[in-house]
């Protein structure tokens, strides 16, 4: 007899009403994306009023048939799915996102240990990262090794490390030649603060306000308060 | 094409240096093209006068170009020629950088050299005649001047090609047929890559412009006394605008010293600054080893550079290269290992190609990292770190890319990254493609990409948006303390001296951010 469940047969879902039975059927349909109750019930064959909705709702949900998720696209709107599906990285945002935000802490600790091995390690490639974070045990669980890519490609987004190519010489000795590796950015961008360029280090360069400043216009450099307060000795 | 800054801040120096009325025609003739003296009147309506005179002072400040063009079908008395006038809106921009071109010369030749150069910038075009007049009535007590050490210092000068001699004054310019492409006479530009497009200033310029040997040559004829004034000499006190002759100079004429005028060569004083620009990049990038070797393959291989947007240096070996490295002081305690390591470096950085144990600079690599620089950290300042992830991911990828993908890519909640794309788009940093599909239900999806050609474009609009306001800012500083600036130090007390201090920041603040300004105008339009 094949194992696997068979929700229909299920003892609760026997006992449902009419409504429940087609609302329960759409969500169920959607599986693990789920479905927005206005969607919903723009889903539903039949017009059903707003009071009996939620009711159902209400009951499906006591009977441990649907559950309310988060839906990182639009936070705030119920989001319902049958219990039997775990959210779609679609919906939940994966790995990165916990409650539906994105983990930021979570991230910043990855990447700093990410930097750090980098930086122990001088030339790494990716499973050289992987292997030595798995080591130095700095998390209880193990990421993957795409989570460890996501990472260090938002290192290189930050512009703290750097994407270089085994030449299988010097410091790549024990790389192939042509194998992708990350180093440390070590001067110029260092520390992850883009240096100022010379547009950006003066008021016009990062002025919110210069598509409309004209030289006689109402903003103008004239009168401009960036200006003022930039030259406020 | 001109941006609407780029013509508002070369209209805005030559307000400053010529004032209005030479202002008038430089507009007209950058906005509407090229044109006859008859049209510039119209267009301007300024007198025959005031327009010749005008179209005079930019002649002879290098900043207008005239020439001929045959009519093709003319009338039955021949072809028909008519004089052309066309701005050259890069010596325009170049007159912001002289003190940086004195600068370059100050550090390679002496005194004698600067103030030469310092002349021709001053006054546009001169004859060795004219710069001899020039020196003597600046001349100090206990160091005469003579005519002989003047022409070898203007020798000296063109031979390092900062100094050349002045174009055709009225070149013939051809009409591009098809089969045959553009007439050149020259052997060095043809080797120019076919299709490239060339603006109607740039095929000028090029007719114009003397034969290289002809070009970096100085006529003497020592026989002739220079000395004496002659008859047909021009007699203009030096100080005075020349603005005589320059239209009927003749371009084949006898070559006398009298009559062959000289100017300083920007091209020559453009290409070093895009040398030491890079060796400043590389310095800030790696180290001063780097930058070391770098400055010896420059030094190395500059003279075989035809034009200031080279590409690639020629190569060279591992071991000219430690040659040159050890000629300068700096690169002196420099070993083999340390030079070999740098080339790794720099070859890391794409910085140099490195093949087959030759080595040759990527300007181009050099200049566009550079370039994305600059525009990563107007991103990075004026937007914040989420949006210079964006932006960087975007950029480099080159492609369009779809606003969840950037979002998880970029580690950006997802609800802010569309308001970040958003705003870059509207101030015209992206391109947004809006894609529609129609499945069980329409959804619609946002597609970003930047477009560095276009994106490029804008922000040196900006630069000359921001060039612009800088100087306006400067003169109203300055205009609001101009009593106190005027007051005699003595009568400075107090408060007076306080605002005296504020001024003088303000004014050394303003000054230096548009030299540096210049230095990213120059990243982005000249290199
Ligand atoms: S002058 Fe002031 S308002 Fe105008 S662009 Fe510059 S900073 Fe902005």
Not at chain 2, 337 to 350: F, I, N, P, T
Not at chain 2, 470 to 479: F, G, M, P, T, W
Not at chain 2, 491 to 505: E, F, S
Request: proline fraction near 3%; hydrophobic fraction near 35%; charged fraction near 30%.
């Amino acid at each position: 007899m094949s194992k696997r469940k068979r929700p229909d047969s299920n003892a609760p879902s026997d006992s449902l009403t009419d409504h429940e039975r087609l609302i329960y059927d759409v969500i169920r349909s959607k599986q693990d994306m789920g479905i927005w109750t206005r969607d919903m019930k723009r889903e539903l064959r039949v017009n059903l009023p707003d009071n009996i909705v939620t009711k159902s709702i209400k009951s499906l949900q006591n009977k441990s048939l649907i559950k309310e998720v988060v839906n990182i696209h639009s936070k705030g709107k119920k989001h319902l799915m049958a219990v039997e599906f775990e959210p779609s990285k679609e919906i939940s945002g994966g790995a990165w996102y916990s409650e539906g935000s994105l983990d930021t802490e979570f991230i910043k600790v990855v990447k700093s240990q990410c930097l750090k091995q980098i930086i122990k390690l001088k030339v790494a490639t990716l499973e050289g990262i992987s292997d030595s974070i798995k080591r130095s045990g700095a998390f209880k669980v193990d990421l993957t090794k795409q989570q460890i890519e996501e990472i260090v490609r938002a290192l290189v987004l930050d512009n703290q490390i750097m994407e270089v190519k085994s030449n299988g010489s010097g410091e790549f000795t024990n790389i192939p030649v042509g194998k992708v590796c990350y180093k440390n950015v070590s001067k110029g961008g260092g520390g992850g603060e883009p240096k100022t360029g010379s547009l950006a280090s003066i008021p016009c360069g990062v002025c919110p306000q210069i598509n409309i400043c004209k030289p006689d216009g109402v903003i103008s450099p004239k009168t401009c308060v960036y200006y003022t307060k930039w030259l406020d000795f | 094409m001109l941006t609407e800054y780029g013509t508002k801040h070369a209209v805005h120096v030559i307000t400053n240096h010529f004032g209005d009325l030479v202002a008038k025609v430089c507009e007209c003739l950058l906005r509407k093209g090229p044109l006859t003296r008859q049209n510039v009147k119209r267009y301007t309506e300024l007198s025959d006068e005031q327009v010749k005179n005008a179209l005079l002072v930019l002649i002879q400040q290098n900043c207008v170009q005239a020439f001929t063009t045959e009519q093709p079908d003319g009338f039955a008395d021949g072809p028909k020629a008519n004089t052309q006038y066309v701005v050259l809106f890069d010596n325009i921009l170049h007159r912001v950088r002289f003190a940086k071109f004195l600068t370059i010369l100050s550090q390679e030749f002496d005194q004698q050299c600067v103030e030469l150069v310092q002349g021709l910038l001053e006054h546009g075009r001169l004859t060795l005649k004219q710069m001899f007049d020039r020196a003597k009535s600046s001349e100090k007590e206990g160091n005469l001047v003579d005519l002989d050490s003047l022409r070898e210092t203007l020798v000296k000068l063109v031979t390092a090609h900062y100094v050349e001699r002045c174009p055709a004054s009225e070149p013939l310019l051809m009409p591009i047929s098809e089969e045959e492409g553009p007439a050149r006479k020259k052997g060095s530009k043809s080797a120019k890559k076919i299709g490239e497009p060339e603006t109607i200033e740039q095929q000028v310029v090029e007719a114009a412009l003397p034969m290289e040997a002809m070009r970096f040559s100085v006529v003497t004829n020592v026989e002739s006394d220079v000395g004496e004034k002659e008859k047909n000499s021009n007699n203009v006190t030096p100080g005075e605008k020349r603005k005589h002759d320059v239209l009927e100079l003749d371009e084949c004429g006898v070559a006398d010293e009298q009559s062959v005028v000289y100017r300083a060569n920007f091209e020559g004083f453009i290409r070093r600054l895009r040398h030491k620009g890079c060796i400043d990049h590389v310095r800030a990038h790696l180290d001063d080893g780097a930058a070391n070797v770098l400055s010896a393959m420059l030094q190395a291989t500059s003279s075989a550079e035809k034009k200031v947007k080279t590409k690639n240096s020629v190569p060279l070996s591992l071991s000219s290269i430690y040659e040159e490295v050890i000629k300068s002081e700096a690169g002196r305690n420099m070993t083999l290992d340390h030079v070999r390591a740098s080339l790794v470096q720099l070859g890391e950085l794409s910085f140099v190609d490195a093949s087959s144990d030759s080595y040759s600079i990527d300007f181009e690599k050099i200049i566009e990292i550079a370039q994305n620089e600059e525009v990563e950290s107007v991103v990075s300042k004026r937007y914040g770190r989420d949006a210079y992830r964006i932006f960087r991911l975007l950029s480099k990828s080159g492609r369009l890319l779809e606003t969840d993908k950037i979002s998880d890519t970029t580690f950006v909640e997802k609800k802010d990254a569309p308001k970040i794309l958003y705003k870059l788009w509207k101030d015209g940093y992206l391109l947004m493609e809006k894609l529609v599909v129609t499945g069980a239900r329409q959804s619609q999806f946002l597609l970003w990409k930047v477009n560095r050609q276009i994106l490029w474009k804008h922000v040196l609009d900006e630069m000359f948006h921001a060039a612009l306001n800088l100087s306006l800012r400067v003169s109203y500083e300055l205009d609001r303390e101009k009593e106190l600036l005027n007051l005699p130090a003595d009568k400075r007390t107090g408060p007076l001296q306080d605002r005296y201090n504020r001024i003088r920041k303000v004014r050394i603040l303003l000054e230096s951010s548009q030299m540096k300004l210049d230095d990213a105008i120059l990243l982005f339009h000249d290199f």
